[in-house]
């Protein structure tokens, strides 16, 4: 059973940092794309980021610039550091992983909040 655990959530001012962390345990078969997504209140959830097993990235263009995605596949590990926080980046943060031809999985989610 896979499961994914995210970290490193929290409450920061505008223009601040925080690093997203989420470790995927468990088989997982096929190689994978790992992302981050976001739902704000009252919004639709919405990709942030993701990133394939060979490492291509793809950013929402919101995000770009500030918010950098990364990936350890020894440690099944994805990384978000996101840069110069803007009140409109507050939500709740969601790790997925896709493994090719495979089912996707959720964590639990981890809040952000950026004050202005």
């Known amino acids: 059973q896979v499961q994914l655990v995210e970290s490193g959530g929290g409450l920061v001012q505008a223009g601040g940092s925080l690093r997203l962390s989420c470790a995927a345990s468990?088989?997982?078969?096929?190689?994978?794309?790992r992302a981050w997504y976001r739902q704000a209140p009252g919004k639709q959830r919405e990709l942030v980021a993701s990133?394939?097993?060979?490492?291509?990235?793809n950013y929402a263009d919101s995000v770009k610039g500030r918010f950098t995605i990364s990936r350890d596949n020894a440690k099944k590990t994805v990384t978000l550091q996101m840069n110069s926080l803007k009140p409109e980046d507050t939500g709740v943060y969601y790790c997925?992983?896709?493994?090719?031809?495979?089912?996707?999985?959720w964590g639990q989610g981890t809040q952000v909040t950026v004050s202005s």
């Open positions: 990133i394939t097993w060979s490492g291509s990235t």
């Open positions: 468990g088989i997982i078969y096929g190689l994978t794309t």
């Open positions: 997925n992983i896709s493994p090719l031809g495979g089912s996707e999985h």
